[in-house]
Each structure stands twice: as C-alpha cells, then as structure tokens.
C-alpha cells in the first residue's frame, strides 16, 4: 500500500467537528498525506465565528484524491447552488477510491449529482431533503453505497473514519486507531438520536433547525 | 446566567481532536463565548503537521476564563517543563469555575501543581505518569474532583464536554447538545480501551507511545 492522499474540503460556516472528527481517525493510516483545501488557501471561520481551520491549498491546487472527505456545516445549505464547488466535487470524485461525507456534506454530494438512486444519510434535521436530489433518505449512522460512504450528524465522522480505516488496512489496524483515540464512548445520556432523545429536546431542536432553513 | 468564557488552549504538536472535540460540545452552551490561545497569536499545526488551527489570542491576552480546556498531544511531553505555560496555567486556574484537561493536556495541569493528591486521567498509555506529579491515576472516562475535570484521550473530550455543559446547564439542555451532535456513537469494533482491544492491538501500541517517550 503507497500513500493514501486524503482531501478534506474546509469552507467558512464549517462544523468543525465534521472534519477533525475523520481527519484524526484517517491521519492515523499507514501512509496517510492528508490536504486540506478550501476555495481559496488561508483560514475559513466555523459557523460561530470561534475557530479558524486554515487550508493550505486552494481548489485549484487540487486535482485528485485517493480519499476524499466532504464536512457539513450551516453554510452547506447555500453552497448546494455553487456550481463551481459541485464542479469540483464531481471532478474530484472521477479519481477518488472513497467519496465521503459527513452531516449535511452529503448535501454537497447529493447537489452534485453523485448520490442520485443511492442510499445516504446526513444530519437527522436534514434526512428527507435528500429526496430533492433522487436520494434515498436513509437514517443508519454510516452509509457505504459502492465507493461512497456517507455519514449522519457531526459525531458520526468518527464512525466512519474507523470504518474506512478498516476497509483500507484491515480490521486490526483500524482497531489499534481506535484505541489510539480511546474511542470508548460513554456520553453522560442515551440522547444522541432522534429515537432516544426526550421528545422535547427533538421538537425544540427541530425548530432551531427549521428557522434556519436546514430542514424541509 | 450570563456569558460562558471558555478558553481553548492551542499549541505546536496538539491533536486536534483533543481541543474539537470539547471546544464542538461547549461552544453549544448558551451565551458561549470560546477563545482559543497559544504562546503567540497565529497558527499552531498539529501532531503530524497537517492540519493548522489558529489562535486569535495569545497567552498574554488572556488573564481570566470560566472554562479552561487544555489538551495534549505528543508536545505535552516537552510542555511538562515549559514554565511560563505552567505558570499562566496556575493563574488562569486561580478564576475559573471549571479547569479541565483532555488526554495529555492533564499532564499540564499535573506539572503546573494543580493535581496533587486528586484523582485524574489522562491518555492510557501516560496513565502512571500522573504519580510524578502526585495524581492519583484513575481509568474512567470523565474524572470529576471539585472544579477539575479530566477526561481519558482524545475522543473522550466529547463526553467530558457533555458532562460539562449538564453541570452547567442543565441535563435537558445536554441531552439537547448531545442530539445536536448527533452523538449516538456506533464505532465498528469495540475497541477503544485496553481493557476490550485485542491484546496484539494493546501490545502494538504500547511499543509506539513507548518509543515517543509518553508512556512509563
């Protein structure tokens, strides 16, 4: 196994958590060069303002990947019109061995016309809206069609980072990454999906969301 | 309640998931208000060099904080002796509510006096490290001693940050975070703590942190 060229798209109103999440499990392949790129080389702003993530390449620096990692992020919503972003998407995708998302990235993926007939998931606020784009709306945590693998909200970038590290080195490999990042979940509250959470966290989230445009 | 300072220590070698993690989770908080620090304003890269993340503050900007979160990386090693940090460390510790590490950020707070004869944790393989400093080494996820938390490594920032924004907030609004995250983790293998990984896994590993100088 050579290289493993990883690509991770960053854009102002990122979730940072979408990208570190698979960035911190990807990075630990053997072999592993990891690129981050955005519109322009310099620092893209999360959602909030708080943190800058710099990309050292601009899109056009960028012409393949073996792996390539697709974040969500408020600001996906807008970017699903930017024709010269899907061009990219779409170019990147004719060389890659994994196309990947996580959250609403898939949107991107989707807005791209990569995902027509597929199954996919992203954020649970924004599943059915898949549809707008012949998607089949499907709410398992990661979703692997053929080279495409896409992953449900924030979090679940991590899931799916060990999951491709498994499908590219091996079950053991992939399972020392994850004892490299003591992966041993244990959240204080059973509260992380839209079937467990109290009905009143989901209608209030849901309306957050709604208000923001993120859902149908 | 008013704003929630939250200040996100940064520097050359962290891992990044380490600070994202955390930093995801409490930048939820209502009123949040996260700044993220190092040495000097600017870029700090992490472990591997491929991703930079940026400081809008340095060390010297920032005297006060509600919630300190510092976290590790293979520099902590070296930080350990760094006593300018350590001193803006303690003073910082002086006027927060919450001071809390991920991984080997624990063993800054360690070094820096703030853990003797508590319980605290930290990434694995530096567990019994924490005696040097006269901690008391304790393998759970989330460790709680008054106003100190330390949380296990890398990943476990997520669930300290959960932890963190019920005590804050209240448990509704966590569970709230937790659906926001989407945080219902389902790694592929169960294998993310030395207790459940392979003894081949642990074994690989071990010799790895060993070879960095992390471990005993």
């Given at each position: 196994?050579?290289?493993?060229?990883?690509?991770?798209?960053?854009?102002?109103?990122?979730?940072?958590?979408?990208?570190?999440?698979?960035?911190?499990?990807?990075?630990?392949?053997?072999?592993?060069?990891?690129?981050?790129?955005?519109?322009?080389?310099?620092?893209?702003?999360?959602?909030?303002?708080?943190?800058?993530?710099?990309?050292?390449?601009?899109?056009?620096?960028?012409?393949?990947?073996?792996?390539?990692?697709?974040?969500?992020?408020?600001a996906?919503?807008?970017?699903?019109?930017?024709?010269?972003?899907?061009?990219?998407?779409?170019?990147?995708?004719?060389?890659?061995t994994?196309?990947?998302?996580?959250?609403?990235?898939?949107?991107?993926?989707?807005?791209?016309?990569?995902?027509?007939?597929?199954?996919?998931?992203?954020?649970?606020?924004?599943?059915?809206?898949?549809?707008?784009?012949?998607?089949?709306?499907?709410?398992?945590?990661v979703?692997?069609?053929?080279?495409?693998?896409?992953?449900?909200?924030?979090?679940?970038?991590?899931?799916?980072?060990?999951?491709?590290?498994?499908?590219i080195?091996?079950?053991?490999?992939?399972?020392?990454?994850?004892?490299?990042?003591?992966?041993?979940?244990?959240?204080?509250?059973?509260?992380?999906?839209?079937?467990?959470?109290?009905?009143?966290?989901?209608e209030?989230?849901?309306?957050?969301?709604?208000?923001?445009?993120?859902?149908?």
């Amino acid at each position: 196994m050579g290289d493993v060229d990883i690509v991770c798209l960053l854009f102002d109103g990122i979730t940072a958590l979408d990208i570190v999440g698979p960035y911190e499990v990807l990075q630990r392949l053997p072999e592993a060069d990891v690129k981050f790129v955005a519109r322009a080389a310099g620092e893209v702003r999360t959602d909030n303002k708080f943190l800058a993530l710099v990309a050292d390449c601009s899109l056009a620096d960028i012409t393949s990947a073996d792996v390539l990692v697709v974040p969500g992020g408020f600001a996906t919503r807008a970017l699903e019109r930017d024709e010269s972003l899907l061009e990219w998407i779409r170019a990147i995708d004719t060389t890659t061995t994994w196309t990947t998302s996580v959250c609403t990235g898939s949107m991107l993926l989707a807005a791209a016309g990569l995902l027509r007939g597929k199954e996919a998931t992203t954020h649970w606020a924004s599943l059915e809206r898949l549809t707008e784009y012949g998607a089949i709306p499907t709410s398992r945590r990661v979703v692997e069609q053929g080279k495409i693998v896409t992953a449900a909200g924030v979090s679940a970038g991590i899931d799916m980072g060990l999951t491709l590290v498994a499908r590219i080195a091996g079950d053991e490999y992939a399972q020392g990454v994850q004892l490299g990042i003591e992966y041993d979940p244990q959240p204080p509250f059973d509260s992380g999906s839209v079937a467990k959470a109290p009905p009143a966290v989901v209608e209030f989230l849901s309306e957050l969301y709604s208000a923001r445009g993120l859902s149908n």
